[in-house]
């Protein structure tokens, strides 16, 4: 099983920037996809930025331009650099991965705990 943890959640204020990290461990397993995803109160969970183990990117129409997403394959780790960031961006931020396992790549995911981001105006 894979275990992810995240990092880097916190307090800012409206216009400045933050960077979230995710690390995933574990034995043997084959990365997919990773990303992160949000949910703010009330509302349901969406997809803010997702990255594949070839690199290709992908992100959420609010974020685009503003948030990049990046992998270190070696360390089995993703980003999130924020800048911008505006009070629409305050949510808990969950880190998300897509992997296989052993020699019929089992495919399974698993998620973070999230890491709670606060913008203030």
């Known amino acids: 099983q894979v275990h992810l943890v995240e990092s880097g959640g916190g307090l800012v204020q409206a216009g400045e920037s933050l960077r979230l990290s995710c690390v995933a461990s574990g034995e043997d397993f084959n990365i997919r996809r990773m990303g992160w995803y949000r949910q703010a109160p009330g509302k349901q969970r969406e997809m803010v930025a997702v990255?594949?183990?070839?690199?290709?990117?992908s992100y959420a129409y609010a974020v685009k331009g503003r948030f990049t997403i990046g992998r270190d394959n070696a360390e089995n780790s993703i980003y999130l650099q924020m800048n911008s960031v505006n009070t629409e961006d305050t949510a808990a931020y969950f880190c998300h991965i897509e992997y296989g396992v052993g020699p019929g790549d089992a495919q399974y995911d698993e998620w973070g705990q999230g890491t709670q981001v606060t913008v203030s105006s």
């Open positions: 990255i594949s183990s070839g690199g290709k990117t």
